[in-house]
């Protein structure tokens, strides 16, 4: 059955190196993806840069690493007989569970077999005669594909700051997002830390229990909910798994992939006692459920303040000293419009002994010494620094590699002022390339096993219809594209989001054009939009059979 499938799109079937579908990257979506392409009868070559499977749970090691989407949540659905066999220990699963989970899943359907792992795809370029995608590795292999899949992640590409001197520090450093495999143990030692994200909230209370000195050095404080993560109860799971299927499918139906109790109400149309007792409420169950409170937090100005005023008191009653609670206080940007933050005693953390905060907005790090690093004129030393300062997101793990369509595009040039996709699947230009869960769909918005299944499943649906209809190419209309392009950026200003310097908005990449990279209309919403256009023949997408263009005009 393979080599019928195969001969149905590739043109060189003879040689070892033609294969339906290369997928690059083997976390989550690789994973799912290769499973599917298996069932449709594909042959598939997965190329993973690290040693084993895993993708951001494979790297992202650092102390404190835990998901932010409750673990009954963060799953798998497409086999209920690994959703029902598989048992998480805790509400909010730490990286070493999930890793785990990973591990399992590829052991369970024997997909490493098909991955090549220590392996990075530096090229891929589309040849227009055969219609075929050219991919080269960084150990030398060549292969030809029909069919190119980026499942490279939208928070795999870390970004580390030009910091004048970074290589004359004596000590150890440290990458949130590329963390040793082996332990790490700051006992009595002198740790510095730069960066308040959802990484270094995360690592800076593990941090501060070992460390002799902690010093923090933030430049933007975030919003940050404490999660009340506890160990998963038999009651609760048997709450789950007993009407699994129910409940995931009002998840798809939902705004950003997850359960979270929303509350119909705008926060202005209760009483001042009653909106605060409703705060306290989801500050107590602890966790994301807090910006589902009242309907309205993320569209409306004066009900956002009434959530961020909220957050800001409770920082103030928990950190002790007053200039500090002061400096942890966001003020400058409406709450939820940078990634809202869960943790586990992060604002408690600063009434250690151990434990210094330093504001950097105003005095920026000047240099990294030899000794510890300058800033506003002032010298610390240290054995070792943490740099918690993010990534690249969205863009620059498929920009990484050097990705050109027809004519000799390159994917970098395209998207020089910003990514271009039609739903965030596909590129005008590069035909037979999908990307998974890319600029321009729900992704980092919402509950990322949600958006990678419903990714992977219209992709793989696809490519059944094109064998079905004994077509070899599919490529977005540049219409169409442009369409959504305005869309995604007409639904995203009607929000408070473009308010914040987020990297939602490219912020922390210096040069990087600012705009609204994931779609914020909601999963149900674009689920529902993905499975139109595929019911009506792919609409906006050409469709090409081996000698003649067919068109599916975007009427």
């Given at each position: 059955?393979?080599?019928?499938?195969?001969?149905?799109?590739?043109?060189?079937?003879?040689?070892?190196?033609?294969?339906?579908?290369?997928?690059?990257?083997?976390?989550?979506?690789?994973?799912?993806?290769?499973?599917?392409?298996?069932?449709?009868?594909?042959?598939?070559?997965?190329?993973?840069?690290?040693?084993?499977?895993?993708?951001?749970?494979?790297?992202?090691?650092?102390?404190?690493?835990?998901?932010?989407?409750?673990?009954?949540?963060?799953?798998?659905?497409?086999?209920?007989?690994?959703?029902?066999?598989?048992?998480?220990?805790?509400?909010?699963?730490?990286?070493?569970?999930?890793?785990?989970?990973?591990?399992?899943?590829?052991?369970?359907?024997?997909?490493?077999?098909?991955?090549?792992?220590?392996?990075?795809?530096?090229?891929?370029?589309?040849?227009?005669?055969?219609?075929?995608?050219?991919?080269?590795?960084?150990?030398?292999?060549?292969?030809?594909?029909?069919?190119?899949?980026?499942?490279?992640?939208?928070?795999?590409?870390?970004?580390?700051?030009?910091?004048?001197?970074?290589?004359?520090?004596?000590?150890?450093?440290?990458?949130?997002?590329?963390?040793?495999?082996?332990?790490?143990?700051?006992?009595?030692?002198?740790?510095?830390?730069?960066?308040?994200?959802?990484?270094?909230?995360?690592?800076?209370?593990?941090?501060?229990?070992?460390?002799?000195?902690?010093?923090?050095?933030?430049?933007?404080?975030?919003?940050?909910?404490?999660?009340?993560?506890?160990?998963?109860?038999?009651?609760?799971?048997?709450?789950?798994?007993?009407?699994?299927?129910?409940?995931?499918?009002?998840?798809?139906?939902?705004?950003?992939?997850?359960?979270?109790?929303?509350?119909?109400?705008?926060?202005?149309?209760?009483?001042?006692?009653?909106?605060?007792?409703?705060?306290?409420?989801?500050?107590?169950?602890?966790?994301?459920?807090?910006?589902?409170?009242?309907?309205?937090?993320?569209?409306?100005?004066?009900?956002?303040?009434?959530?961020?005023?909220?957050?800001?008191?409770?920082?103030?009653?928990?950190?002790?000293?007053?200039?500090?609670?002061?400096?942890?206080?966001?003020?400058?940007y409406p709450i939820g419009t940078k990634r809202i933050c869960v943790d586990t005693n992060y604002f408690e953390t600063f009434n250690r002994d151990n434990v210094t905060l330093v504001d950097v907005r105003d005095a920026p790090i000047e240099e990294i010494t030899e000794t510890g690093l300058v800033t506003g004129g002032r010298s610390f030393a240290f054995d070792a620094i943490v740099f918690a300062t993010g990534f690249d997101a969205m863009t620059g793990a498929l920009l990484k590699v050097d990705i050109q369509g027809r004519g000799g595009l390159a994917l970098a040039e395209k998207w020089h002022a910003g990514p271009r996709t039609y739903l965030g699947l596909m590129s005008e230009g590069f035909p037979n390339m999908f990307m998974i869960t890319g600029p321009g769909s729900p992704s980092v918005l919402s509950n990322m096993m949600v958006s990678i299944q419903q990714h992977v499943d219209w992709v793989v649906d696809g490519l059944a219809y094109l064998r079905a209809g004994n077509l070899d190419t599919i490529e977005p209309m540049r219409e169409a594209e442009d369409n959504w392009v305005e869309h995604v950026n007409d639904v995203a200003h009607q929000t408070l989001f473009p308010q914040a310097n987020s990297w939602y908005m490219g912020a922390n990449i210096p040069g990087k054009p600012r705009l609204f990279m994931p779609y914020i209309g909601g999963v149900g919403t674009y689920r529902e939009t993905c499975d139109e256009i595929a019911a009506n023949g792919y609409k906006g997408f050409y469709l090409e059979a081996a000698k003649q263009r067919e068109v599916t005009a975007a009427e």
């Open positions: 059955m393979s080599s019928q499938v195969s001969s149905s799109f590739n043109r060189d079937q003879s040689s070892p190196s033609a294969v339906d579908v290369v997928v690059v990257g083997a976390g989550f979506s690789g994973l799912y993806l290769l499973h599917k392409l298996r069932a449709l009868g594909m042959r598939t070559r997965v190329f993973e840069g690290a040693s084993d499977v895993g993708g951001t749970w494979y790297w992202n090691r650092y102390p404190g690493a835990r998901c932010d989407v409750e673990s009954m949540q963060y799953s798998y659905s497409f086999s209920d007989d690994l959703q029902q066999e598989w048992r998480w220990s805790e509400r909010f699963s730490a990286q070493p569970e999930i890793l785990r989970y990973a591990e399992h899943v590829a052991d369970r359907f024997d997909l490493r077999r098909d991955i090549q792992f220590d392996t990075l795809v530096t090229t891929a370029h589309f040849d227009e005669e055969s219609r075929c995608w050219n991919i080269e590795t960084n150990r030398g292999d060549r292969v030809s594909a029909s069919f190119l899949i980026m499942a490279t992640g939208c928070l795999s590409s870390t970004r580390l700051p030009d910091f004048k001197g970074l290589e004359k520090f004596s000590g150890k450093t440290y990458h949130t997002g590329n963390w040793p495999h082996e332990e790490v143990d700051f006992s009595g030692q002198r740790v510095g830390v730069i960066g308040t994200g959802s990484s270094a909230i995360q690592a800076i209370p593990v941090i501060a229990e070992q460390a002799a000195q902690l010093t923090v050095f933030q430049r933007t404080p975030n919003y940050s909910i404490p999660s009340r993560n506890d160990a998963m109860t038999p009651d609760y799971e048997l709450q789950w798994k007993s009407d699994y299927a129910a409940l995931r499918a009002e998840a798809r139906k939902s705004r950003n992939g997850v359960l979270t109790n929303p509350n119909d109400v705008s926060a202005l149309a209760v009483p001042d006692a009653e909106r605060q007792r409703v705060y306290e409420a989801r500050w107590e169950v602890g966790g994301t459920y807090f910006m589902s409170a009242f309907n309205d937090l993320a569209t409306n100005q004066q009900s956002n303040d009434t959530a961020a005023a909220f957050v800001r008191d409770k920082i103030r009653s928990i950190v002790r000293d007053p200039e500090v609670a002061e400096l942890l206080a966001a003020k400058d």
